[in-house]
């Protein structure tokens, strides 16, 4: 790895908490930023790899959606999850 020096400002808290990590690891700070920024890419990596965005995904639930009928579902969703008796 090329190394550079660069400063950045974090707030007292994030640099604190990054410090604890390395100590409790015992290992440099350095390498827990690594580590996290492997960690985000990995994940970007699967949201791109994902077929569908959450958008379209959500798209199609739509699609499915049927009509129950029930106007007063969130009120008396135990009688139509459960059979109890209405309110």
Excluded: N, W
């Excluded at 409790?24 to 994940?43: G, N, S, T």
């Excluded at 949201?47 to 739509?62: E, G, K, V």
Aim: net charge negative.
């Amino acid at each position: 790895m090329d190394t550079a020096i660069v400063t950045i400002q974090l707030p007292v808290k994030l640099y604190d908490d990054l410090q604890s990590l390395a100590a409790e690891e015992q290992v440099a700070l350095v390498e827990v930023l690594a580590r996290l920024v492997a960690a985000a890419r990995q994940r970007r990596e699967r949201l791109d790899d994902c077929s569908q965005t959450p958008t379209q995904a959500f798209q199609r639930i739509l699609e499915r959606a049927t009509d129950l009928g029930v106007a007063d579902l969130s009120e008396q969703h135990d009688h139509y999850l459960y059979g109890t008796g209405r309110q």
